[in-house]
């Protein structure tokens, strides 16, 4: 693809994705274009969309496509909008999103990465020099935990986290709230201790647990296990709002 305007995408990457959502309001600031990539290496209990877990179920998406349905949203980008790259795990596809995000750099807008961190390699790093605001993921503060929840430590997402700091790059929290699993209070208040002091963190996100993907996972044929677990009371969340609000700037539930 090459544009009259910015001529800057000079050539066309066919990313791996699960889907493509329009007039998204819960992956940033503002209204968003969501390019969901397929593949993650968590598996995540309580994961909503376990169908993107499998490189292998993915369909093929041209990066202009992208570039072009971001610039035929434009006018609803004014309210401090853009694109927003999610999964399954983008940084998984880091190398081909370079050239898009530099793209979406040129033509102004505004572009936000939703990852759990897991994932850091050279292409990473260039790839992050183009991202306005990351959305972290951050499943737990406990390692032995994290592991249960998704398989895998969480030591990577913890440097991943130390490295938007040190780099400078402004980053949410994101935080799922599962009773009985990730809402301890003294779990909590270790994970706003941690990041009590960096600068780099705007707000937290709580995220309430709930069981809208468990469908999917019964037409995978996969066994969810969290079968009885119940979804938060406005009290948990209440709760779990006003303990992180101890130790960060901003706290909201999503």
Same mark, same amino acid.
């Given at each position: 693809m090459s544009d009259q305007t910015t001529g800057t995408l000079t050539r066309v990457d066919i990313l791996n994705i699960h889907s493509i959502e329009t007039f998204g309001t819960c992956d940033g600031p503002g209204i968003r274009l969501v390019v969901f990539l397929q593949g993650c290496q968590f598996q995540c209990l309580y994961c909503a969309n376990p169908d993107t877990m499998r490189s292998e179920d993915g369909k093929p998406c041209e990066t %202009?496509?992208?570039? *072009?349905? !971001? *610039? +035929?949203?434009? %006018?609803?980008?004014a309210n401090g909008g853009g694109v927003t790259l999610s999964g399954g795990e983008p940084c998984r596809q880091a190398r081909k999103l370079i050239p898009l995000l530099r793209e979406l750099r040129a033509r102004g807008i505004h572009t936000c990465l939703d990852t759990n961190g897991y994932v850091m390699n050279k292409y990473v790093e260039e790839m992050l020099e183009y991202i306005d605001l990351v959305l972290l993921d951050v499943k737990h503060i406990d390692p032995v935990i994290h592991k249960r929840i998704t398989g895998r430590s969480n030591a990577n997402t913890m440097a991943f986290a130390h490295y938007l700091e040190e780099q400078h790059k402004p980053f949410w929290l994101r935080y799922v709230l599962v009773p009985g699993l990730t809402d301890n209070p003294e779990h909590l208040h270790r994970?706003?201790?941690h990041f009590q002091s960096f600068k780099q963190v705007q707000k937290l996100e709580i995220q309430p647990y709930h069981r809208l993907g468990v469908y999917k996972w019964e037409k995978l044929g996969m066994k969810y !296990?969290? *079968? +009885?677990?119940? *979804? +938060?009371t406005s009290e948990q969340l209440t709760a779990a709002k006003e303990l992180f609000e101890q130790y960060l700037p901003e706290v909201v539930v999503n």
């Open positions: %202009s496509h992208i570039v *072009e349905t !971001a *610039e +035929n949203m434009r %006018s609803f980008f994970l706003g201790l !296990a969290l *079968e +009885n677990t119940p *979804e +938060n």
